[in-house]
């Protein structure tokens, strides 16, 4: 059973920075791909950024394009997201995702374990 820790949030001033990190507790294979969602108050779930283990291809959301950076660190089996020039609406919990045979990236339905989420607070 795949167990996906995340970390790093917090409350920042707009234009700031963060780093979200997403750590499993078993091996990740190299076939998985992992990904960022998050939920804002009031919103459904959409999809940030995912990377492809094995490759390292990775995918954003046009609204974080040029923003927001993921990468993986194979040795840790940890995944980050470098958040920068924070908008107050990339305010929302945000959830590390993976799955073994993820297809579509940005579609949460290809994810098979979920983290609990770390809320990311951008004040204007």
């Known amino acids: 059973q795949v167990q996906l820790v995340e970390s790093g949030g917090g409350l920042v001033q707009a234009g700031g920075s963060l780093r979200l990190s997403c750590a499993s507790s078993v091996w990740i294979f190299s076939s998985y791909a992992m990904g960022w969602f998050r939920r804002a108050p009031g919103k459904e779930r959409e999809f940030v950024a995912a990377i492809r283990w094995n490759s390292g291809t990775t995918y954003y959301a046009d609204s974080v394009k040029d923003r927001f950076t993921i990468s993986r660190d194979n040795a840790k089996n940890t995944v980050y997201l470098q958040m920068s020039s924070l908008k107050p609406e990339d305010t929302a919990v945000y959830y590390c995702?993976?799955?073994?045979?993820?297809?579509?990236?940005?579609?949460?339905?290809?994810?098979?374990?979920w983290g609990q989420g770390t809320q990311v607070t951008v004040s204007s």
């Open positions: 995702a993976a799955g073994p045979l993820v297809v579509a990236p940005t579609a949460p339905r290809d994810y098979n374990y």
